[in-house]
């Protein structure tokens, strides 16, 4: 018999009912506060990622500027174009239009357009605008595109191992474009489109954008009227000497700031040759920063100015040479092997007698001629603030013998950057001052704030009458070994250099020199440095002053006529000679026939007949000048 309720078990029910629905509604509040406010924010973006599409908007790249204020590379936008299959209402149409308008294959570009179970496909990158236009135009279903940044170089193929390139998405691969592609970059901004479950753009909404902050803008020392001078040379050095490469640097003596700088070959910075990775790689090197040479007599600069800051020369010593010396028990030979006989300090350095400089060089001894070394710094990077920088070879003290500083003292047995012994002669020939070599000049961010300046370091290193001595000993010098160099009514100071390249086992590889040449303006106070070096000249000739200190005259004549720099003399005139016919000849007899017109001469090799002459007969030269007789 069932149990009737009573109102007691009914007030129990109740409360048991209650108590379940205080219960859920508990759990709900419970799992609202969790959805809500401690989910709330990832669940919302979630909701929001379903129904809004966001694009990322490429901040620009900082801006390279020369000294003056020369735009060199900018950004520009470009545009990447995307294909949503689903949304194609007509895939024969769509890809046949859009195939045309941006270059592609009809067949691949339709099959694209026909994929319906991917979301989007990338169908090209780097769009320029006007063509980005046309699409808009052409109203295509299922086609989109998005904004990116491209960048374009000024000039070209000026500067290629200097400015360096950056990749399609905006990163820096070479040069100072990678040095210093965290101030380039900038900070990303962003564009929201509202969109259905499939992505598609829902008609009339929305769009948010979220702006970027630009890259920093940098500033440099180079000067790209002073660098297509500079690369014109180069490049015409390159092809007429038939070189392997062609390395050249101006500088300014006084603050070691570089003015110009570059290698050849070289490629157009916006074609890069991206499938040819060897020679993108090659060509990208700063070479004057990169690359070790055995200086050869461009080096007798250092060593003479040590020699008089150290007191064991002056201008009245007399040096001996009869076209070699004995030293460790090896013969070693002077550039002149009949000997330049008795000379003057000034005279041997005129001559660039290697005698005279073994001789300095042992004067010194070890201990101070590496003691000066260091300070031109010589074995140690200049910090100059480049890629790849090398430290150059210095032998370790210790295992110097006395034959090896006899080399040193004429620049063999020695390596060095381009860069380390162009900021070494600046520091001899500005009044004594070694100072870091610069390429920047400052660094601002969007609101035209300074965010890095460069750091230099600044040490004495000369006093300023030896620095007084050696840029008289320079101008000497360059009318006579440099002469090739002379700009008629200026006071140029030069030495050039020809050293022999070594092989991968260090053994002297045949027939393989680097020509180099330094020059200097104003002599007495020199503020423009001009340096080259042709590796591995095949025309013929190999001697500096044949191969390289023609270019220097190049170079210096542009500088004039560029800042219109008057004469220091617009009295002195050159006195100019033909050079004689003397190939097949003897050379007892052309030796007599140059010192009849005030040639000087230089001989390659051990015979008694001419068999080359350089440059040839009928050809102008200076009285003075230093011709090549190959016997």
């Known amino acids: 018999m069932q149990r009737p309720y009573t109102l007691h078990s009914l007030q129990k029910r109740i409360k048991s009912v209650l108590l379940v629905v205080i219960l859920i509604f508990c759990s709900l509040g419970v799992r609202l506060f969790v959805v809500q406010i401690i989910n709330g924010k990832n669940l919302q973006q979630r909701a929001t990622d379903q129904w809004t599409r966001d694009l990322a908007l490429t901040a620009p790249r900082g801006s390279f500027f020369d000294s003056t204020g020369d735009t060199l590379a900018v950004s520009y936008t470009t545009y990447d174009v995307y294909v949503r299959g689903r949304e194609v209402k007509s895939p024969t149409h769509t890809a046949t239009v859009i195939s045309e308008l941006l270059g592609l294959d009809l067949q691949s570009t339709l099959e694209k357009v026909s994929r319906k179970n991917v979301s989007e496909v990338l169908l090209k990158m780097q769009v320029e605008a006007e063509i980005a236009e046309k699409i808009y135009d052409a109203k295509l279903d299922g086609i989109y595109l998005t904004e990116n940044v491209g960048r374009y170089y000024v000039y070209g193929n000026l500067l290629t191992q200097l400015l360096g390139f950056s990749s399609v998405d ?154 070699y010396r004995i030293v460790d028990g090896q013969r070693i030979k002077c550039w002149k092997t009949i000997g330049h006989g008795d000379q003057t300090l000034a005279e041997a350095f005129a001559n660039s007698c290697n005698c005279c400089f073994m001789d300095l060089a042992q004067r010194l001894g070890v201990d101070r001629f590496y003691a000066y070394m260091e300070k031109f710094g010589l074995g140690q990077k200049t910090g100059i603030t480049i890629n790849g920088e090398s430290s150059g070879i210095l032998m370790p003290k210790a295992n110097v013998k006395t034959v090896d500083l006899a080399r040193m003292g004429f620049g063999h047995a020695i390596a060095v950057t381009p860069i380390q012994l162009l900021s070494a002669v600046a520091g001899i020939v500005n009044g004594g001052v070694w100072q870091t070599p610069t390429v920047i000049q400052n660094i601002t961010d969007a609101s035209g704030k300074d965010v890095y300046n460069e750091k230099t370091e600044t040490k004495r290193v000369l006093s300023e009458e030896t620095s007084k001595i050696v840029n008289q000993l320079l101008q000497k010098a360059e009318n006579k070994t440099a002469d090739y160099s002379f700009v008629e009514g200026y006071n140029i100071g030069g030495k050039t250099g020809t050293a022999q390249k070594y092989d991968e086992n260090g053994h002297i590889a045949q027939g393989k020199y680097i020509s180099s040449f330094i020059g200097t303006y104003p002599a007495d106070e020199p503020e423009y440095l001009f340096m080259i070096l042709v590796d591995e000249p095949s025309a013929g000739a190999y001697y500096g002053s044949l191969v390289a200190a023609p270019y220097g005259k190049e170079f210096f004549s542009e500088l004039f006529e560029f800042y219109d720099i008057p004469k220091d003399d617009p009295s002195f005139v050159q006195e100019e000679v033909i050079m004689p016919q003397l190939t097949g000849y003897s050379l007892a007899y052309a030796v007599s026939e140059l010192k009849k017109l005030g040639i000087e001469y230089e001989i390659d090799g051990e015979g008694g007949t001419i068999k080359q002459q350089l440059p040839p007969a009928g050809t102008k030269i200076y009285k003075g000048s230093v011709v090549l007789l190959i016997t």
């Open 170 to 323: 905006n990163v820096g691969q070479a040069g100072m474009e990678a040095y210093l592609n965290d101030y380039l970059v900038g900070e990303d901004g962003y564009s929201y489109v509202q969109s259905d479950l499939q992505g598609k753009e829902i008609g009339g909404s929305i769009r948010y954008y979220v702006g970027g902050i630009a890259g920093d803008d940098v500033t440099l020392t180079v000067n790209s009227k002073l660098q297509i001078i500079l690369e014109n040379i180069l490049e015409k050095a390159y092809t007429d000497q038939k070189a392997k490469a062609v390395t050249g640097i101006v500088m300014n003596a006084k603050t070691s700031e570089v003015l110009a700088i570059s290698s050849k070959p070289s490629f157009d910075l916006n074609d890069p040759p991206r499938k040819d990775l060897a020679t993108l790689f090659e060509q990208s090197k700063m070479k004057a920063v990169t690359d070790t040479y055995e200086p050869g007599s461009t080096f007798k600069i250092l060593t003479i100015a040590a020699a008089l800051e150290a007191g064991v020369t002056t201008l009245d010593d007399h040096f001996y040479c009869p076209g």
